[in-house]
């Protein structure tokens, strides 16, 4: 029995090692992809369901990785903010997307007043000492209209300093940009965060979304965050909207913007573009 425990520690330190190792090569290639420019936007359409009409688009990172192909950030976003390369990857994401958008605005397919462009932001990257200025360079140098920007955050940026997090945000909202609340519900949710903190929108996490229409306690929780969003004077929107059962419940409890698979998948700039074109057309 002793000799099978020391044959236990040795096994698992073994596989501690390789993880390590795994890790390490995983963090070089990343690396490597900022600097051989293989990170590229999707975009998703978010759409309001009354009117049919596309009133924004989330950028979302892509890795097209040279042998496996576009790759999903769930895969390597823990690596990149441990290695704090979330930092320079980040500042790309936000520069990129406002240039995409920009460009969206030069071609006449959206334009200022009903269209908002979503960045995701990490804890890490808010909490940079000269974050507004790097946000309010990006809008320089793209020249996108501030009130087109939304930063989408997560509860995990008030763990460390609730009160500079609401000043940081304050001074972002004055440069003329919005907040939505990612994934609200599934982290140390506080009303009292939600309470203080300058958000514009709740972003109804996936997870509820998926299971609503088939678990009453997801359900309930759907309908007690559209109520807290009411109560606050803050709009909605729901995420990872697959099926018309879905969006039919979301409406019936008053949220109509969504944006998922029912609609779009995450697209390529050109397809994104393409996908506009069409709607206008309609
Ligand atoms: P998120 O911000 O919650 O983004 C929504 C995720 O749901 C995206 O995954 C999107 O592709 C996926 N999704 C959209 N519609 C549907 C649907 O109908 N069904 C299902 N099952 N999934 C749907 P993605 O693109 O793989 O991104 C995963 C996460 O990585 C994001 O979750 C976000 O937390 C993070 N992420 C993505 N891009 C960035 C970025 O540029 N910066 C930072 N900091 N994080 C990012
Ligand atoms: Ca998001
Ligand atoms: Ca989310
Ligand atoms: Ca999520």
Redesign the pocket.
């Known amino acids: 029995a002793k000799d099978s425990g020391r044959n236990a520690i040795q096994l698992f330190r073994t596989s501690m090692q390789a993880a390590a190792s795994e890790r390490l090569r995983l963090e070089n290639e990343l690396r490597q992809a900022l600097l051989r420019g293989e990170f590229e936007?999707?975009f998703?359409p978010q759409v309001d369901a009354r009117s049919g009409q596309v009133i924004g688009a989330?950028?979302?990172?892509?890795w097209q990785h040279p042998t496996l192909g576009a790759q999903?950030?769930?895969l390597f976003?823990q690596v990149?903010?441990d290695s704090g390369l979330?930092l320079p990857?980040?500042g790309w994401?936000l520069s990129e997307?406002c240039r995409a958008c920009e460009q969206l605005i030069a071609e006449q397919l959206v334009d200022g007043d009903d269209f908002s462009l979503c960045?995701?932001?990490?804890p890490q990257?808010f909490r940079q000492s000269n974050f507004v200025e790097q946000v309010a360079a990006s809008l320089r140098d793209s020249g996108l209209p501030r009130a087109m920007l939304k930063l989408?955050i997560?509860e995990g940026i008030v763990i460390h300093n609730l009160d500079d997090t609401i000043a940081k945000m304050h001074r972002l909202k004055k440069l003329g940009v919005s907040f939505a609340m990612?994934?609200f519900g599934t982290g140390y949710s506080s009303l009292t965060y939600l309470k203080r903190l300058p958000v514009d929108v709740l972003?109804i996490?996936?997870s509820f979304v998926?299971d609503a229409t088939h678990d009453p306690n997801d359900a309930e929780i759907v309908r007690a965050i559209v109520a807290m969003a009411r109560s606050l004077g803050l709009s909605m929107i729901a995420?990872?909207?697959?099926q018309q059962e879905q969006l039919d419940f979301l409406q019936q409890q008053g949220c109509h913007l969504y944006?998922?698979?029912?609609y779009s998948?995450?697209l390529p700039l050109a397809e994104f573009r393409a996908l506009l074109v069409h709607a206008k057309q309609r």
């Open positions: 936007l999707f998703q989330e950028a979302l990172l892509r999903s950030p769930a976003i990149l903010e979330i990857v980040g994401v997307a960045v995701n932001i990490s990257q989408e997560t990612d994934d972003k996490d996936q998926r995420e990872g909207v697959e944006q998922g698979y029912l998948r995450p």
